[in-house]
């Protein structure tokens, strides 16, 4: 009884988490980047200044308890888990990632020099090579996010089976995955750069990803 209590209270948790992070993802890649392309530049320093700061703390805080109940709930799971969340806990441990060593540091260089603006100061030389890495980051997190959702709810309501089961289309699962996040390193946005380019992506993603752990 005590391991049920657990294994729902981390998924209330997990649920609740997941999405404040994805909620927010969201807003920054379809709301807040379109508004900065339009906005007066004056309003564009207020609102890294101001807003930013504030969404990026419950987005990056998000991340960090979406990841630890995750991690809690593979513990209690143990062997039994499945193809589909294997796939999809690599996406989401992925997405974590992105959001602590790249997008978040690179927005503190972005912040900080819209800060030092708005007080009169000079912008920072290093935000203009920071602004590109975060929103690679971030566009191929919401990228990952729709395949994620997917497995997620596969998972539990249409599982292809065990890990030993599928090992074949497991790993040329994470192999996509992998190419696609050594992109967000070092490559370019690409066909994801627009909003409906990122969607389509993420559908296309999903296919492949889904059909190779469903019909391989």
């Known amino acids: 009884m005590e391991i049920v209590f657990i294994d729902q209270l981390m998924r209330w948790g997990h649920f609740l988490a997941g999405i404040t992070w994805i909620g927010l993802l969201y807003y920054f ?78 927005q503190k260089i972005i912040i900080a020099s819209n800060q030092a603006v708005a007080g009169g100061g000079e912008a920072d030389p290093a935000a203009a090579a920071a602004a590109p890495k975060a929103a690679l980051a971030s566009r191929t997190n919401t990228l990952f996010s729709v395949p994620m959702l997917w497995f997620m709810g596969s998972s539990a309501h249409m599982p292809s089976g065990s890990i030993g089961a599928n090992t074949t289309p497991v790993i040329i699962a994470l192999v996509i995955v992998a190419a696609l996040e050594l992109n967000a390193i070092f490559g370019k946005q690409g066909p994801i750069t627009t909003i409906g380019g990122v969607i389509g992506c993420g559908v296309g993603l999903t296919v492949i990803l889904g059909g190779l752990l469903w019909f391989m």
């Not at 007066?40 to 960090?64: Q, Y």
């Open 29 to 106: 890649n379809f709301v807040q980047t379109e508004y900065f392309k339009e906005a007066d530049p004056d309003a564009r320093v207020d609102a890294f200044s101001k807003l930013a700061p504030r969404a990026l703390w419950w987005f990056r805080w998000g991340a960090m308890f979406t990841f630890l109940t995750g991690l809690v709930l593979l513990g209690i799971r143990g062997a039994n888990s499945t193809a589909d969340i294997t796939v999809g806990a690599v996406l989401g441990i992925l997405m974590f990632l992105n959001v602590w060593l790249i997008i978040w540091p690179n």
